[in-house]
Each structure stands twice: as structure tokens, then as C-alpha cells.
């Protein structure tokens, strides 16, 4: 079934000049580009956006690492995007993610991991369309 997931290249993987190999990486798993854009999160969208961790303890350090440098948000379709997007980041904490995943390759730590994906089906739609229109999409 096609799905829409939202991938976000996160600002240590942007600082780190990575981006090119995760798109890469994107690409080679077949996934279609339907929008990409550079962002810098205002305070008041990464809080909008991460609203489901409010009330965990990390959440005011994951919006001022949201907030600490520019990210690419990218919009992406594939079949059964959801799981597949997610086998190919691998677990939130790369010390234990699969070895080829992109948190693995290019993450630090559980916040500092690398990119950001959709959970379900669900948030996947409401994610990509967190960051782009139905027109910025060019959907048929």
C-alpha cells in the first residue's frame, strides 16, 4: 500500500554535512522525493511538532536541539513506507541500531540521532503535512 512518511535530517546531521549520503541512502530503498525543504524550527513549531513527548523529561532538551540549527524536512512515498523508512534509520539509540542504518552510520545518542521518522500511518500524514501543502507536493 503507498504510504507518505516525513523524514527530518536532523541540525547535528546537517552540521556534520551528511545530508547527501542519507538521501542516498533514501533513493537506493526506493523511496520517491515528493518534497524536500531546509527549515529552522521557531521554538513555537518544535514544540507544536514533539507535543506528544511534552510531558516526558527530555522534552525541553529535544526542542532546544530542534531549534539549534537548520533541518531538511523531506516528504517521501514508497509501498509500506512507515516500516520500511523505519528499517532503514534503525532504532532511536544507535548503539544498538542494525549496522548500515543511517543512525547507526551517523548518529551520536538518542537525541542526536541523525533524522527523525514517522511512527504510523497516521503520523505520517500528519507530519508531511506539518511541512508542506497539498500544492508544495504537486500531488496528482
Known sequence: MLEKTLSMIKPDCVSTHVIGKVLNMIETKGFEILG?????LSRKDARRFYK????????????????????IVIALQ?????????????????????????????????QKNCVHGSDS???????????FSERELDLP
Do not use: W
Open 36 to 40: 524536500m525543504k531546509q527549515i529552522s
Open 52 to 71: 506528544v513527548h511534552q510531558d516526558k523529561p527530555f522534552f525541553s532538551d529535544l526542542i532546544e536541539f530542534m531549534i539549534s540549527g537548520p533541518v
Open 78 to 110: 514508497r509501498d509500506n513506507a512507515i516500516e520500511e523508512y523505519r528499517k532503514l534509520i534503525g532504532a532511536t539509540n544507535p548503539d544498538v541500531a542494525v549496522e548500515g542504518t543511517v543512525r547507526k552510520l551517523f548518529g551520536h545518542d538518542t
Open 121 to 131: 500511518v497516521e503520523n505520517g500524514e500528519r507530519e508531511v503535512y506539518f511541512f
